[in-house]
């Protein structure tokens, strides 16, 4: 018996992207069929002489080589997921970058809420959880000149209309999509729209007023606090329960001893997983 096809979902194009969008920062939209990921477009997109700060995005309908954090693959067949790069000057210094995935994380949390109904939680410090399940990720990586980050690339991957028997055997108890979730399809150029839309006020706060306000709205959100956890951070396992996050976005464990111990990162592996690193 042949597999089902995915019901029809709009075409990616510029033009149904930013009929979308509710403002003037986003001065490119790069929209292509395929690419290797769209995080290396966005680190070798010429940019220009200028240093203007504006919002560039790479969008893709599938990736060949889509990644994660510590170079997992990320499933990215053509035609039912969001694949995107947000392209950045922010000229900050590198111990602000975390903010920038902080602040992703938030504008596709609200974009999926708005768009979808889905109440979507973030699993500290990128994923994007519903149920307990991975919904999508954020993978931030920057260039830095003379001691600030002269590019920042900020790649958005969502499940949107991915059905369960598309995911592989091996992640396919710990993933999800919108369309599981809901049992609806979605229109791919609307979901990258809300998503823009949300990001650049929150942009806008960030340059004005700094981290602060973001973490105060992701500590909310935030599906890991009040767990017992281990954080495998450099080869080294830290084990504790997430308490907290500070200031600066780093997240505070509650170790054994009764001391605690602040993270800025790492990967998450809750204990009643396992703790392989």
Known sequence: MSRKQHPPVDELTVERIRSGLEDRFWKEILCYRSVGSTNTVGLSLPLGDDNEDVGRIVVADSQEKGRGRFDRTWISPPGVNIHASIVLRPGIPPAAGPFLTI???????????????????IKWPNDLIVSRKKLGGILTEARTSRGVITRAVIGIGINLNLRQEDFPPEISAKATSSLICTGSTFPRAGILSAIMNEFEPRYEIFRK???????REMKPLLDTIGREITICEGGEQICGVAEDIDDNGRLIVSLPSGLTRSVGSGEIVETDTGSEC
Do not use: N, Q
């Open 103 to 121: 602040l992703a994380a938030l504008a596709a949390a609200s974009a999926m809420k708005k768009e979808t109904g889905i109440a979507v939680s």
């Open 209 to 215: 007023s700094g981290g602060l306000p973001l973490v």
